[in-house]
């Protein structure tokens, strides 16, 4: 089946007004496996293990747990408040949505009606980016995409996959190539998984494989989520984001970076504020899935493996969000930030 561009089609959480389920991204593509949300645990666990994970869905998901559980007392709640605030690093739309639940309980609004804007907004965010973030795309481009950027990983139709779908969804034919994003693959389970439902066409390539595509001519664009922006347009996003935007900055492939005005930290100042996350070493010396567990890896080594790294605004050349697109040489003053406002409720 093939979806168009519209509220149908791949959903990761499901919420109808009083039981939370979400998709658990770590198990796809082998099986698609709801888990019910009945508690915070559950869904500190999902994050953790990136089973729920995509810096919008995060923020989405944290302002819900938080509504449900609005009926604590209120240090029990603010402690729950700063556990779910710390449970990713980097991905600042997570504490947006904690410091906005927080302002919302402080001034004594519902907190149902607040999670409900949250993702409200966050849809309406990914329509706003996917049409502008389309606009770049001709006919016959090819598009080359780091991680998962899609519907399973906000509340709507997704961000840099959701221009992909928009512009498949307005008649343009779009090829998309698709780093496999080592370690937890969220490139070929997910973005491969969504692609194929949407019935746009696409390739997978090993991480190290982007760099003679995009330097042989193959690639007409990059498009990149994120996790967080900084004021001079240096922005994080899934760990090798770097090493194909300096690919494409040799091949001269422009790279567009598109998120919600949630993923912009006005008071970052620049990526090397950006608190990057480091995860398990066993992620990379090996692979846990629904078919089990293997270990690749000699005995005897360490890992390196942080979960993000950080690209310079200056590699930019269009960043879109739901508040506006600017062109990258306009990101190192920061002006663009203040034209866009503070982050949270408009
Ligand atoms: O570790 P993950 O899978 O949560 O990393 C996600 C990314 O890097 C995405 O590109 C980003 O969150 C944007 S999702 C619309």
New binding site residues.
């Given amino acids: 089946m093939t979806f168009v561009d519209t509220a149908d089609g791949p959903r990761g959480f499901d919420w109808d007004g009083r039981v939370l389920r979400i998709l658990d991204q770590s198990a796809l593509p082998a099986v698609e496996r709801w888990v019910r949300v009945d508690g915070p645990a559950v869904l500190m666990e999902a994050i953790g293990a990136?089973r729920v994970?995509?810096?919008?869905l995060l923020g989405v998901l944290a302002a819900r747990l938080l509504a449900m559980e609005s009926g604590r007392a209120e240090a029990d709640w603010q402690a729950l408040a700063a556990a779910v605030r710390a449970a990713r690093p980097t991905?600042v739309n997570l504490m947006h949505a904690v410091d906005r639940m927080r302002a919302a309980r402080a001034a004594g609004r519902e907190l149902g009606a607040e999670a409900d804007a949250v993702a409200a907004e966050d849809a309406a965010a990914c329509a706003r980016i996917a049409q502008e973030g389309a606009a770049a795309l001709a006919d016959g481009a090819a598009v080359l995409t780091v991680?998962?950027?899609g519907a399973l990983?906000?509340a709507g139709i997704?961000?840099a996959l959701g221009a992909v779908r928009h512009a498949a969804a307005s008649g343009k034919r779009v090829f998309v190539w698709v780093c496999e994003t080592r370690p937890l693959l969220?490139g070929a389970r997910l973005t491969g998984w969504e692609l194929t439902r949407l019935g746009v066409p696409w390739a997978l390539l090993a991480d190290g494989a982007a760099a003679s595509l995009l330097l042989g001519g193959r690639v007409t664009r990059v498009m990149?989520?994120?996790?967080r922006i900084a004021r001079n347009g240096d922005f994080a996003?899934?760990t090798g984001t770097l090493a194909v935007a300096a690919a494409a900055r040799l091949g001269g492939v422009p790279l567009d970076v598109l998120?919600p005005w949630t993923t912009v930290d006005p008071a970052c100042p620049g990526g090397g504020a950006i608190p990057i996350e480091q995860r398990a070493a066993a992620e990379v010396q090996g692979f846990a899935g629904p078919q089990g567990a293997v270990r690749w890896a000699a005995a005897g080594g360490g890992a390196y493996n942080p979960?993000?790294d950080v690209t310079p605004g200056a590699w930019v050349a269009r960043l879109v969000t739901d508040r506006g697109a600017w062109p990258g040489e306009a990101l190192a003053g920061g002006a663009w930030v203040d034209q866009g406002g503070s982050t949270g409720t408009p």
Avoid: E, M, S
Avoid at 53 to 56: E, Q
Avoid at 224 to 227: F, I
């Fill in positions: 990136l994970r995509g810096a919008p991905a991680c998962h950027t990983a906000t997704g961000t969220q990149v989520g994120a996790d996003n899934k998120a979960a993000f």
